[in-house]
């Protein structure tokens, strides 16, 4: 028999060490830490270290997801990499991995929707366990933009951070995720954008030209519109009502999308996960980090109702209503 639900097993994530605070961008770019602070609410971000992976912390991060579900490397059946940053173009993340794991055989693959990549992943493994193709998913959001960054250019060098987040999702008869939905719109696609790829070829890294860009007045505006869309489409897809939710969970790009989002759910902010002061902007990695952060210091708690949400280049962005 098919199961009614997939459900949150376990959660990990995995921060490089070196941390970059707000105080050494200063010495780097003309910035300063008010007008970051002001700007994104962000004070400090890690970084990866120069011998370091994103498959480093991907690993990291899915050991401490495995290890709190209580699952071994034999129960996982699925692997799902959101990342847009890989070690490398072929073979996958997810296969990569599974190397570092001993998982073998199961289905592995990443996929890139940005900041949503995530919420993509999340979406896709609830689909695998409910049609009963798979029982056990580990899924991670990893990402090192520190690698896409122009350390020259303060409007989004001050942004990024570094990090991986993972979860196990299992078949359930109990309820777990509730529902997921997705959207994009790559009418958007020229507003923030890395130019380069294998097809279209790399510009040398040193010109200055393949890096992170970004219009972030129109980004900023656009995200707010559609996560207020989102969250609200949410709701009424589960006939729910916000104050029936315990917690938001919300993309950690700038504070002021966080507040604005929270605004329109008429949520108070002690009711919203903030990891974004210290971890700055992780892409992919940051819901699922965030919820990492407050699963272990026992903010969330089993049965509690959580709404997850995120916005990235594309554009894409979805959310995920949660029973914990
Ligand atoms: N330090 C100091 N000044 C800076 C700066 C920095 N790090 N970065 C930009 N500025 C300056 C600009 O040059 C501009 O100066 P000017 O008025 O003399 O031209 C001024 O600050 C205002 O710039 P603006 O871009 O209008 O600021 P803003 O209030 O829109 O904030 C962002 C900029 C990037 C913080 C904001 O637009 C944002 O967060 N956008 C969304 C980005 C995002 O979330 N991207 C990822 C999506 S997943």
Not at 15 to 36: C, G, H, S, Y
Request: proline share 2%; net charge negative; aromatic share 6%.
């Amino acid at each position: 028999m098919k199961p009614a639900y997939s459900r949150i097993a376990g959660t990990g994530r995995c921060l490089p060490e070196k941390i970059l605070t707000n105080a050494d961008l200063e010495k780097m770019v003309n910035t300063t830490d008010e007008w970051i602070c002001s700007r994104t609410g962000i004070e400090r971000r890690h970084i990866v270290a120069e011998n370091e992976t994103n498959l480093d912390l991907c690993e990291k991060a899915a050991c401490n997801a495995m290890q709190a579900a209580d699952v071994a490397a034999k129960d996982i059946d699925l692997v799902i990499v959101g990342t847009t940053t890989p070690d490398q173009i072929f073979p996958n993340m997810g296969c990569l991995l599974q190397r570092r794991l001993g998982i073998h055989a199961c289905t592995a693959f990443s996929l890139e929707a940005a900041c949503t990549g995530f919420i993509y992943a999340l979406d896709i493994a609830d689909k695998f366990i409910r049609s009963g193709s798979a029982k056990c998913a580990l899924i991670v959001g990893g990402e090192t933009l520190s690698r896409m960054t122009d350390w020259t250019d303060r409007s989004t060098c001050v942004l990024f951070g570094d990090g991986a987040g993972a979860v196990v999702l299992q078949a359930s008869d109990e309820a777990g995720v509730l529902s997921t939905h997705l959207h994009a719109d790559g009418q958007y696609a020229d507003l923030l954008y890395f130019p380069s790829g294998v097809s279209k070829g790399f510009d040398d890294m040193k010109s200055g030209k393949d890096f992170i860009r970004m219009s972030g007045n129109e980004v900023f505006k656009v995200a707010v519109t559609k996560l207020g869309e989102i969250v609200t489409e949410t709701l009424q897809a589960n006939n729910m009502t916000a104050d029936k939710l315990d917690w938001l969970i919300p993309h950690q790009a700038n504070l002021r999308i966080i507040e604005a989002t929270a605004r329109k759910l008429k949520l108070p902010m002690e009711r919203v996960i903030l990891t974004v002061r210290d971890h700055g902007n992780t892409s992919t990695a940051s819901v699922p980090m965030a919820l990492d952060v407050a699963v272990r210091d026992g903010r969330i708690q089993r049965g509690q109702t959580l709404l997850l949400e995120a916005f990235g280049a594309g554009f894409t962005w979805g959310a995920a209503l949660i029973r914990y």
